[in-house]
């Protein structure tokens, strides 16, 4: 549990602008923190976004969230968090995410949530848990590139209405030459996204794992793999018509050529979320996903 007194804390802003709710929700809460006091910074695209004024909302770019907070409150769905992770970076600045519209498998609080959560914050009264992060590696213009997921890492044909094949390896073993769409390398929280629209299994988020699931594969034999986090994953796109796209959480695109290596692995550092006693990762699958529910009766 994290006991860092109100006065000494640090709240970063950010938030999702295309949210109608934004314009509403955050400004009622930085008027509910300058009540108690709270210390808080404004992302400045999210100042300029609800015109604050300068004098009483400090601003605080983008790239230093996660060296100017000791917290960071993202307002938005799960995209945002996933932006707030890679602004926040390797820092160790928790994120506590504030859902507006979609399934939110990541956002902790909903806005009629968030006074009480807020509360605690202020009292020290959290606890954070460690998500696991991938980085993937690349030769582009003669430099090494490092690319980080707290999701997932994809790599696909785009528009071709052709297939790819994508070479395989783990720990440089040969695993298998993937014939399909593309192919999906996630971490445990990002099981429940775009892998398991994949037909990925979902893990639990806390895991330390690297699942490997192809998209459309173009065989029935073709299967999701889990394999253990300290492992690497090297992918070689072997055949496409066209340039393959490697996304990372589906935010940040890298056009690869033909035959290049990319790999993945485990980054060496974790994203820490925000989170509350009393709600469980199987409570949110129950909620998010309706299990238990008859769908026929509806």
Same mark, same amino acid.
């Given at each position: 549990?994290?006991?860092?007194?109100?006065?000494?804390?640090?709240?970063?802003? *950010?938030?999702?602008?295309?949210?109608?709710?934004?314009?509403?929700?955050?400004?009622?809460?930085?008027?509910?923190?300058?009540?108690?006091?709270?210390?808080?910074?404004?992302?400045?695209?999210?100042?300029?976004?609800?015109?604050?004024?300068?004098?009483?909302?400090?601003?605080?770019?983008?790239?230093?969230?996660?060296?100017?907070? $000791?917290?960071?409150?993202?307002?938005?769905?799960?995209?945002?968090?996933?932006?707030?992770?890679?602004?926040?970076?390797?820092?160790?600045?928790?994120?506590?995410?504030?859902?507006?519209?979609?399934?939110?498998?990541?956002?902790?609080?909903?806005?009629?949530?968030?006074?009480?959560?807020?509360?605690?914050?202020?009292?020290?009264?959290?606890?954070?848990?460690?998500?696991?992060?991938?980085?993937?590696?690349?030769?582009? @213009?003669?430099?090494?590139?490092?690319?980080?997921?707290?999701? $997932?890492?994809?790599?696909?044909? =785009?528009?071709?209405?052709?297939?790819?094949?994508? #070479? *395989?390896?783990? @720990?440089?073993e040969f695993l298998n030459t993937y014939i399909g769409d593309g192919l999906i390398i996630s971490t445990p929280t990002g099981s429940t996204a775009y892998s398991l629209a994949a037909g990925g299994p979902i893990l639990l988020p806390t895991m330390q794992a690297i699942i490997i699931s192809?998209?459309?594969?173009?065989?029935?034999?073709?299967?999701?793999?889990?394999?253990?986090? $300290?492992?690497?994953?090297?992918?070689?796109?072997?055949?496409?018509?066209?340039?393959?796209?490697?996304?990372? $959480? =589906?935010?940040?695109? #890298?056009?690869?050529?033909?035959?290049?290596?990319?790999?993945?692995?485990?980054?060496?550092?974790?994203?820490?979320?925000?989170?509350? *006693? =009393?709600?469980?990762?199987?409570?949110?699958?129950?909620?998010?996903?309706?299990?238990?529910?008859?769908?026929?009766?509806?």
């Open positions: 549990m994290n006991r860092k007194p109100a006065t000494d804390m640090v709240l970063g802003i *950010t938030a999702n602008l295309e949210k109608r709710e934004v314009k509403e929700v955050v400004p009622r809460t930085l008027a509910w923190l300058k009540q108690r006091g709270a210390r808080f910074r404004v992302e400045e695209s999210l100042a300029e976004h609800l015109k604050l004024p300068a004098e009483g909302y400090p601003r605080v770019a983008r790239g230093a969230l996660g060296k100017d907070c $000791d917290l960071v409150l993202s307002f938005g769905g799960d995209g945002t968090i996933l932006s707030t992770a890679r602004a926040v970076g390797s820092s160790q600045v928790p994120i506590l995410g504030i859902k507006m519209g979609g399934m939110g498998f990541l956002a902790e609080l909903a806005p009629e949530e968030l006074h009480a959560g807020l509360d605690d914050i202020l009292q020290g009264r959290f606890h954070t848990v460690d998500r696991m992060v991938l980085e993937a590696r690349l030769d582009q @213009d003669g430099q090494s590139l490092a690319l980080h997921a707290l999701n $997932d890492f994809v790599l696909e044909k =785009g528009t071709v209405s052709r297939v790819i094949r994508i #070479k *395989t390896y783990i @720990d440089d192809p998209i459309s594969p173009h065989s029935l034999a073709a299967r999701p793999v889990v394999i253990p986090g $300290d492992k690497q994953v090297k992918a070689v796109v072997e055949a496409a018509q066209k340039n393959v796209l490697l996304s990372a $959480d =589906g935010q940040v695109e #890298k056009e690869l050529r033909p035959l290049q290596v990319v790999t993945f692995r485990r980054a060496d550092y974790s994203i820490k979320l925000v989170s509350y *006693t =009393g709600r469980s990762f199987y409570d949110v699958l129950r909620a998010k996903l309706n299990w238990g529910e008859d769908i026929r009766e509806k």
